[in-house]
T-cell receptor, first 119, second 113 residues
Framework: EAGVAQSPRYKIIEKRQSVAFWCNPI?????LYWYQQILGQGPKLLIQ????????DSQLPKDRFSAERLKGVDSTLKIQPAKLEDSAVYLC?????????????????FGPGTRLLVL | ELKVEQNPLFLSMQEGKNYTIYCNYS?????LYWYRQDPGKSLESLFV?????AVKQEGRLMASLDTKARLSTLHITAAVHDLSATYFC?????????????FGTGTLLAVQP
């Protein structure tokens, strides 16, 4: 079974430039997540989609970050304009379901990440 | 606000020794995950613990959950170099239509020969 795919793997940009990341979740997974992982910290959820709808974007800096999942499969995360503090690894994850019953179907599987450096 | 703390943050241990990583969290939850992250790699799911008293074991790793104490442990038995990685616990925060994973700070484990 193919895992979560992300591209690009690395990106270096100057501050105030724009950048976009792409994610393709595991086939059949309805829920997709974008996380930001700053060096030395655990991942922090930015946005969560259920199919093509947003269910949680409370920690997304909406003045500069945007994300979409138009057909309920692939997703893109955009930063415009980028700041120095946006330097981090951006992880995409997917799960089969999300709910309150627990179990392996809600386990999140992570992609390899995109390493962003803002100069 | 749910906070998740791990200790130690860094652990250097010799091969063959045993040790435990602790994960404390601040509000009620009965679902917790352990993930492993190798340098420059993504996160790999190790265990999901779904109830109070849950215990899971895989190879030299054993995880347990005490929801009353709001504590999970990851025990390493007879460590080997291949276990060197960063280990994260992540606690589920329930919230209406969606659940959110709150990650701990991570424990960097270095197993020395």
């Amino acid at each position: 079974e193919a895992g979560v795919a992300q591209s690009p793997r690395y990106k270096i940009i100057e501050k105030r430039q724009s950048v976009a990341f792409w994610c393709n979740p595991i086939s059949g997974h309805a829920t997709l997540y974008w996380y930001q992982q700053i060096l030395g910290q655990g991942p922090k959820l930015l946005i969560q989609f259920q199919n093509n709808g947003v269910v949680d974007d409370s920690q997304l800096p909406k003045d500069r970050f945007s994300a979409e999942r138009l057909k309920g499969v692939d997703s893109t995360l955009k930063i415009q304009p980028a700041k120095l503090e946006d330097s981090a690894v951006y992880l995409c994850a997917s799960s089969f379901t999300v709910g309150t019953s627990g179990g392996a179907s809600e386990t999140q599987y992570f992609g390899p990440g995109t390493r962003l450096l803002v100069l | 606000e749910l906070k998740v703390e791990q200790n130690p943050l860094f652990l250097s241990m010799q091969e063959g020794k045993n040790y435990t990583i602790y994960c404390n969290y601040s509000t009620t939850s009965d679902r917790l995950y352990w993930y492993r992250q190798d340098p420059g790699k993504s996160l790999e799911s190790l265990f999901v613990l779904l109830s109070n008293g849950a215990v899971k074991q895989e190879g030299r790793l054993m995880a347990s959950l005490d929801t009353k104490a709001r504590l999970s442990t990851l025990h390493i038995t007879a460590a080997v170099h291949d276990l060197s990685a960063t280990y994260f616990c992540a606690v589920v925060r329930f919230g209406g239509a969606t659940n959110k994973l709150i990650f701990g700070t991570g424990t960097l484990l270095a197993v020395q020969p």
